[in-house]
């Protein structure tokens, strides 16, 4: 019996890679002139990796990247109307509403009359705040929990915290990396469903043998029959 | 009785406000050649707050309203290369190791004997988080929150989940906005320890009236003195 549903939010309820990539690629096309976009990209991510254990996750961490990869892919050659223009970038991003995906708004109301919800998202607490407000979804959650990271140790505080047992606990998001494999490993149960695009960083190599036991789902519009009588009636 | 001990972190537990004023000097000393330090001061200031409804609290925040400031004192003159000495400033303060206040390394494990101790705090969650982790204090403390904001509404929200009332609940900062008169407002006990310097956004003129119920401290080494036998003698 399962008694908490919890959902990733990134690429999982709203919108949130897409917005990534639309805004480096008008980040590359600043930069065109220094070099092509495939380079940028290619730098950009490698900045990114290089300062993540000091900034963490969020778009302040992808502007301050993105400034600092302007500066080393021009050799210092960049004006500073265009840094202002990478810094408009960042603050676009973080002023675009959030987009839901298809079948979320019908989804989450309906679950959340059968089973807890929890919301687990990695990132800057000011953005996920911000995008959880905006999303009015916020009300259906009965625990959300921001944290710097998905691992094992993070998973396995966040249910002692909760009193909840891995057997008892079902996470459900877009990433194999940061949703599944830690929750699977603790002996919790997952869903995988994909989206149309993953990040680099969260890319990963599904290892053969005991890893695979988790459910992979197309869209979230199949996730209520997949848990039909699986909740606690408590709710 | 008190139920639990919380604590602010930054300037309450370890040195914050001064690590921004150091960096804030070596930043006027960079736009020395295009403005007086005042002015840059003053420009800084105007920038943060413009942009902290849309960034929030922390050092990446900081970080871009100081390259956002630079741009605009230098009316888009400045180079490259000094853009990239503010990025590392800011990067030099992510790096810097957490410096605990006097008497704090004494005060919190003797407390954490006796009380349950929280630790609120807003800003950065990778910022407070690293903090936490550097400043060789976590374990003592039962419960940790790190909030985007510290108003009534937060402080509310925070007891409920934590299943305390406010008058089983004593906070402990040093910031009268966010640290003493939300919690006083909400029927609270609060701890009033002055740091020997105050953000310009955290200053606030204390109302006349009723709202002088919460104690002042020199320093938080007389803490477990006056909060002798205000525990609950559970733990």
Request: charged share 20%; aromatic share 8%.
């Given at each position: 019996v399962i008694d908490i549903i919890?959902?990733?939010?990134?690429?999982?309820?709203?919108?949130n890679e897409t917005l990534y990539r639309g805004t480096e690629k008008r980040f590359q096309?600043?930069?065109a002139a220094y070099q092509a976009a495939e380079e940028t990209e290619q730098a950009l991510f490698q900045t990114e990796m290089r300062n993540l254990?000091?900034?963490?996750?969020?778009?302040?961490?992808?502007?301050?990247?993105?400034?600092e990869t302007a500066i080393q892919v021009s050799k210092g050659r960049i004006a500073a109307y265009q840094i202002q223009e990478?810094?408009?970038?960042?603050?676009?991003?973080?002023?675009?509403?959030?987009?839901?995906?298809?079948?979320v708004a019908d989804v989450i109301p309906s679950l959340a009359q059968r089973c807890r919800l929890m919301l687990v998202t990695k990132g800057d607490l000011r953005d996920q705040e911000a995008k959880l407000a905006g999303s009015g979804l916020a009300h259906y959650f009965d625990h959300v929990e921001i944290v710097p990271d998905k691992n094992?140790?993070?998973?396995?505080?966040?249910l002692a915290r909760n009193n909840v047992a891995p057997q008892q606990f079902l996470m459900v998001g877009n990433s194999l990396r940061s949703d599944v494999?830690?929750?699977?490993?603790?002996?919790?149960?997952?869903?995988?469903?994909?989206?149309?695009?993953?990040?680099?960083?969260?890319?990963?190599?599904?290892?053969?043998?005991?890893q695979g036991d988790y459910a992979e789902l197309a869209h979230i519009g199949l996730l209520p029959a997949y848990v039909?009588?699986?909740?606690?009636?408590?709710?």
């Open positions: 919890a959902f990733d939010a990134d690429d999982t309820l709203w919108h096309q600043l930069l254990r000091l900034y963490g996750y969020g778009i302040k961490s992808f502007g301050l990247s993105m400034i990478i810094i408009d970038l960042a603050k676009e991003m973080l002023e675009t509403r959030v987009e839901l995906l298809d079948h094992v140790e993070v998973y396995r505080s966040l494999l830690p929750v699977v490993e603790l002996g919790g149960h997952a869903v995988h469903i994909p989206y149309h695009i993953t990040w680099a960083h969260e890319a990963v190599q599904v290892p053969h043998g005991n039909e009588g699986l909740c606690r009636p408590s709710k």
